[in-house]
């Protein structure tokens, strides 16, 4: 793998497993894992006025307006340890962070590496977004049917709690499926027209996904 400066990109609707693979790449690839949900998840349990105007959103299954967005992850992605690369897992969501964040890499003389658009039917997201469990205090991602902890309702990795997201639940999925479908997916072919798009298959094991993520960086 060469040195130079990583940005990549987990693209792919609300529970195709970007947190998932995400913790099982970053280390692969020596970049840190930069999720805009955590970033707000985190702004939120700590009542700080940015998880206070987010929370709204996020509880109807919207986008957190542009603005507000843009500025908080690239506010983590110029802290040292992003110079090397990131790798970005919900974020961009909309053309407008994805033209926000080329400007922002370019001045630094970067750009995005590769986007990797995780493919994964909507009928079958519905079940992995009302299974999903988190832990309270690191945050890994379980699934109650496939990725069950060794322990029910407790962290193989740190004994934390685990919980259900607000925001997880049959109610609210139809909604995130209907903003990733308007808002987000145009940014397939807008990568895809940048040459920097890699499809792969979300619709098997987690392993198997990690195997062909990582066949999908080989390159790089
Ligand atoms: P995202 O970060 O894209 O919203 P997550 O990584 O949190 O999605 O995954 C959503 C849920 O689906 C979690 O409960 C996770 O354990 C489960 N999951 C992730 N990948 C797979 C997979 N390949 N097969 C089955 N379940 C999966
Ligand atoms: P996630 O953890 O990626 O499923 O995100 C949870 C929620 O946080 C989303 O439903 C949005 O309300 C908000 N959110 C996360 N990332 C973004 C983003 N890039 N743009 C706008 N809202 C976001
Ligand atoms: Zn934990």
């Given at each position: 793998?060469?040195?130079?400066?990583?940005?990549?990109?987990?693209?792919?609707?609300?529970?195709?497993?970007?947190?998932?693979?995400?913790?099982?790449?970053?280390?692969?690839?020596?970049?840190?894992?930069?999720?805009?949900?955590?970033?707000?998840?985190?702004?939120?349990?700590?009542?700080?006025?940015?998880?206070?105007?987010?929370?709204?959103?996020?509880?109807?299954?919207?986008?957190?307006?542009?603005?507000?967005?843009?500025g908080m992850v690239m506010d983590r992605l110029s802290r040292p340890d992003c110079e090397d690369g990131a790798l970005l897992d919900g974020?961009?969501?909309?053309?407008?962070?994805?033209?926000?964040?080329?400007?922002?890499?370019?001045?630094?003389?970067?750009?995005?590496?590769?986007?990797?658009?995780?493919?994964?039917?909507?009928?079958?997201?519905?079940?992995?977004?009302?299974?999903?469990?988190?832990?309270?205090?690191?945050?890994?991602?379980?699934?109650?049917?496939?990725?069950?902890?060794?322990?029910?309702?407790?962290?193989?990795?740190?004994?934390?709690?685990?919980?259900?997201?607000?925001?997880?639940?049959?109610?609210?999925?139809?909604?995130?499926?209907?903003?990733?479908?308007?808002?987000?997916?145009?940014?397939?072919?807008?990568?895809?027209?940048?040459?920097?798009?890699?499809?792969?298959?979300?619709?098997?094991?987690?392993?198997?996904?990690?195997?062909?993520?990582?066949?999908?960086?080989?390159?790089?």
């Amino acid at each position: 793998m060469s040195t130079k400066p990583k940005y990549i990109i987990l693209l792919g609707p609300p529970a195709s497993g970007k947190g998932t693979q995400a913790a099982l790449l970053h280390d692969h690839l020596g970049v840190p894992h930069v999720a805009s949900g955590d970033l707000f998840r985190y702004n939120l349990k700590n009542n700080t006025p940015l998880g206070i105007q987010a929370k709204a959103y996020m509880d109807k299954g919207e986008l957190v307006p542009d603005d507000i967005t843009i500025g908080m992850v690239m506010d983590r992605l110029s802290r040292p340890d992003c110079e090397d690369g990131a790798l970005l897992d919900g974020f961009p969501r909309t053309i407008a962070q994805a033209e926000a964040l080329g400007k922002a890499l370019a001045e630094k003389g970067q750009e995005v590496t590769r986007v990797l658009n995780i493919v994964v039917p909507d009928e079958i997201l519905v079940e992995r977004v009302t299974g999903r469990r988190l832990c309270k205090t690191c945050g890994a991602s379980y699934h109650i049917k496939f990725k069950p902890p060794k322990q029910e309702g407790i962290c193989d990795l740190d004994g934390g709690e685990l919980y259900q997201r607000d925001d997880d639940t049959e109610e609210t999925v139809g909604n995130r499926l209907r903003v990733y479908w308007e808002q987000t997916s145009p940014l397939i072919d807008y990568y895809q027209e940048k040459g920097i798009l890699v499809d792969v298959d979300g619709n098997q094991d987690i392993a198997e996904v990690t195997e062909a993520l990582k066949e999908a960086l080989a390159d790089l």
